[in-house]
């Protein structure tokens, strides 16, 4: 095998193999995605060893090994490690459709908190929950429903002879702000009961997750997050404009809708396994970026970045309130507008806006 260094700073490097095989690997993209691996994996561990039973990191990587007692097998197996690993998957599909939105509409807030997809996935389980009062299963289905109709209804009005970013944008914004309207309608349409559970489920929570959400979860993440991730390539290219994108041979169209079909089903599966969790798909591919300091979608990045992000502000929601925890989704919000109002201003700055 034999590597070369590409570009001055040496941040990439082609590998070729002995088969005749090459590819390139930007090495400081590389350490990143391994540094956020292990933030993920630590604040699992602690996650997991958090609660009235408190567990140390060893007896959780013990009891992970099949090592524990059975009471920490009972613990960290069907109480705990469901909620770690729910919670890996959704940053994780948060994180990749974000930076697909982005990278499509060229646009640092065009992700789909914005676009209105995750309002639109809240409105097909506020919809079931109001008016069905249908159980955990069906709201999941109602929210996935509402986030795939919400995604084909933006992309047929912003098309003309083609989706461009400013139109996806602006349609989106207006689709936010009438699903956001419509969500209000039903919450004072329903009982006390209703809506109660309504809001619980609209503030975005990682708690009582088990085994049920992981394994669908799980197999939508598997198929379609490679699935981004082979037209990566495409994606690259289409960042620099369709023009170019069709002279360098990609089929912007029908990736364009196939990238955005995959991203909104990942959006609207991960609000149905954890209700909407605000912020998270629009500052992970940007804080991936500005890491990596790498130019292209940084998918495998903004993948890892979200998992990080999510399970850290679960973390911080359980522990750093003392015995009152609190919603994953409130400290995500508080966390992501601290992130926007800094974007904003360092922008203004730098004279962009």
């Not at 599966?269 to 130019?295: D, E, H, W, Y």
């Not at 979200?306 to 015995?323: N, P, S």
Request: hydrophobic share 55%; proline share 3%; glycine share 14%.
């Amino acid at each position: 095998m034999k590597t070369r260094t590409k570009g001055g700073a040496g941040a990439v490097r082609a590998v070729r193999t002995g088969g005749g095989l090459s590819f390139r690997v930007d090495v400081r993209a590389f350490v990143v995605i391994v540094l956020l691996a292990a933030v993920a994996a630590g604040a699992g561990i602690v996650l997991i060893g958090s609660g009235d039973y408190a567990m140390t990191p060893g007896e959780v990587v013990s009891t992970l090994f099949g090592h524990g007692t059975f009471q920490q097998e009972f613990i960290v197996t069907d109480v705990r490690l469901p909620r770690v690993l729910v919670g890996l998957l959704v940053g994780a599909a948060l994180g990749v459709g974000g930076a697909v939105f982005q990278t499509i509409s060229r646009n640092p807030l065009g992700s789909p908190d914005v676009l209105g997809f995750g309002q639109g996935a809240t409105v097909g389980a506020l919809t079931v929950i109001v008016l069905f009062q249908g159980g955990a299963a069906v709201v999941a289905g109602g929210a996935v429903v509402g986030g795939l109709l919400t995604g084909a209804a933006v992309y047929l009005l912003a098309w003309k002879r083609g989706v461009h970013g400013y139109r996806l944008v602006l349609v989106g914004i207006g689709a936010a702000a009438m699903l956001t309207a419509a969500t209000q309608y039903l919450i004072t349409k329903a009982d006390l009961v209703d809506a109660t559970r309504a809001v619980v489920w609209m503030t975005g929570s990682l708690d009582g997750r088990d085994w049920a959400q992981v394994w669908p979860l799980l197999a939508v993440c598997g198929l379609l997050i490679p699935l981004v991730f082979g037209h990566g390539r495409a994606l690259r290219m289409m960042e620099m404009g369709d023009d170019a994108a069709y002279a360098l041979g990609v089929r912007v169209e029908r990736t364009r809708l196939v990238l955005m079909g995959c991203a909104v089903l990942l959006v609207a599966v991960a609000t149905a396994a954890a209700g909407p969790i605000a912020f998270v798909s629009l500052s992970a591919p940007q804080l991936a970026r500005r890491l990596t300091r790498s130019p292209g979608p940084n998918l495998a990045p903004a993948a890892f970045m979200g998992a990080a992000l999510l399970l850290v502000a679960d973390w911080i929601a359980m522990d750093a309130f003392g015995d009152r925890q609190l919603p994953v989704g409130v400290v995500t919000g508080v966390l992501g507008g601290c992130y926007l109002l800094w974007l904003l201003v360092s922008e203004r700055r730098a004279g962009r806006i």
